[in-house]
Nanobody, 126 residues
Framework: QVQLVESGGGLVQAGGSLRLSCAAS????????MGWFRQAPGKEREFVSV????????YYGDSVKGRFTISRDNAKNIVYLQMNRLKPEDTAVYYC???????????????????WGQGTQVTVSS
């Protein structure tokens, strides 16, 4: 099991940037694909991005493609989400999650992820 703690959320104006971090504990972090999801009020949780266990493959949801960048540092057990050109519709609670299994490339559905953080709020004002 991987324990996850997100940080870096906050209030930012449209067009601005934020970098989210997800610190992981547990020995299996470096073997797991890691994902970011978000949930806006009244909406279902939405896939944002995923990175493979070795960082070699990344994938993004259509709504964030070209604006967000996912990365990881396996030596520090941290995964990042750099968010640029933020829009009001990016406002949501952002969650990081760890793949249920080791050494898979990328997975994108909630059921593929077994460990979740508590979330960090991102608010983008217009």
């Amino acid at each position: 099991q991987v324990q996850l703690v997100e940080s870096g959320g906050g209030l930012v104006q449209a067009g601005g940037s934020l970098r989210l971090s997800c610190a992981a504990s547990g020995r299996t972090f470096s073997s797991r694909a890691m994902g970011w999801f978000r949930q806006a009020p009244g909406k279902e949780r939405e896939f944002v991005s995923v990175i493979s266990w070795n960082g070699g493959t990344t994938y993004y949801g259509d709504s964030v493609k070209g604006r967000f960048t996912i990365s990881r540092d396996n030596a520090k057990n941290i995964v990042y989400l750099q968010m640029n050109r933020l829009k009001p519709e990016d406002t949501a609670v952002y969650y990081c999650a760890a793949d249920n299994y080791s050494f898979r490339s990328v997975v994108t559905t909630e059921g593929d992820f077994g460990s979740w953080g508590q979330g960090t709020q991102v608010t983008v004002s217009s």
